[in-house]
């Protein structure tokens, strides 16, 4: 299963006029005597995250089919919740966001300032049940923060924009949270450079892809703390990402917590980046040689928004 081409290259087309088409540069810190490593900087976008193309085409696309003042819910650790509230402030449509109790203050400030209704939760699996029973109830349309067509395919324009970056393309790294991300960025690769791996980067804290593929199927998991809050959860049992990642990625490498420290401390130093968490999940894979790179390889840093004290606290640990 993937998400269709002609969904993406449309939803490319959409989203054009409200995201960045973000920069691929060189990392001298990551490239090695075999491999030129890119850093795909979705850092730079106005929300300071990828997520915002997807939540620009399901707010667009949500727009022209809902019903005036219909509002739209979901359910976030904060990067698509702020996407959603700020497509939904330039299309004026209302927007609810479910959200966990440990999200990062910094993310839901932002969701908030951007006129968002925010509904909190104890924790991710919880905000995700709510706001589904929430929206089936008649509070509004559901746009899955990882599952939902239209947020996948705005995900992978990231795919078609490395191609069209680097057509000489061997491999690109992109963390695995509910897996909307790897599923666009893996559909848009597979069709355009089949030869090109797509590799999976999990946090040992959440890896529902890793464990649920040794299952045959998805299967709950025990959700620990991490620094990498965009990546942790347990999958809906009615995800579409489970059979598409199946389909696209090529290999899913663990990555353990003091790992994702290090690489993003190594980030700010070197790159010169702030990144959260998350974004840290492809350069530990690279610290850590769990992937050994060859030949052009892409790493999706995936956005920015990092509390000021947790940031501090890991590069004050790290030197």
């Excluded at 559901?142 to 067509?149: F, K, L, M, Q, R």
């Excluded at 809906?236 to 489970?242: A, E, G, L, R, V």
């Excluded at 696209?248 to 070197?270: F, K, W």
């Amino acid at each position: 299963m993937r998400i269709p081409l002609q969904d993406i290259s449309a939803a490319a087309e959409r989203i054009a006029g409200f995201v960045e088409r973000t920069p691929l540069r060189l990392s001298e810190r990551f490239s090695t005597g075999n491999a030129n490593v890119f850093c795909k900087l979705e850092v730079v976008q106005p929300t300071s995250s990828y997520k915002i193309r997807g939540a620009f085409n399901a707010v667009i696309r949500a727009s022209e089919e809902a019903a005036a003042g219909e509002r739209l819910v979901t359910a976030s650790a904060g990067n698509h919740g702020r996407g959603m509230a700020y497509a939904a402030s330039m299309h004026e449509v209302p927007v609810v966001v479910f959200v966990p109790a440990d999200a990062p203050r910094a993310k839901v400030d932002l969701i908030s300032a951007l006129g968002a209704e925010l509904r909190p939760c104890a924790n991710y699996d919880e905000a995700e049940r709510d706001a589904k029973a929430f929206a089936k109830a008649g509070g509004g349309t559901w746009i899955s923060p990882y599952s939902h067509p239209d947020v996948v395919a705005g995900a992978g324009t990231i795919g078609l924009e490395l191609l069209e970056q680097q057509p000489y393309l061997d491999a690109v790294i992109v963390p695995i949270g509910g897996g909307g991300l790897i599923s666009g960025i893996g559909s848009a690769i597979k069709e355009l450079s089949p030869s090109t791996k797509v590799i999976g980067v999990e946090a040992a804290a959440s890896c529902p892809f890793t464990k649920g593929f040794a299952a045959g199927r998805i299967v709950p998991i025990d959700v620990q703390p991490s620094i990498a809050d965009g990546l942790t959860g347990n999958l809906d049992p009615d995800t579409i990402t489970f059979d598409v990642v199946r389909d696209v990625v090529d290999e899913i490498v663990v990555i353990d917590e003091p790992d994702l420290r290090r690489a993003l401390a190594e980030v700010v130093t070197h790159e010169h980046l702030v990144i959260e968490g998350a974004a840290a999940a492809g350069p530990a894979a690279l610290l850590t040689g769990k992937v050994k790179p060859s030949g052009n390889v892409a790493v999706v840093l995936t956005g920015a928004n990092i509390d000021t004290a947790r940031l501090l606290e890991i590069l004050s640990g790290a030197f």
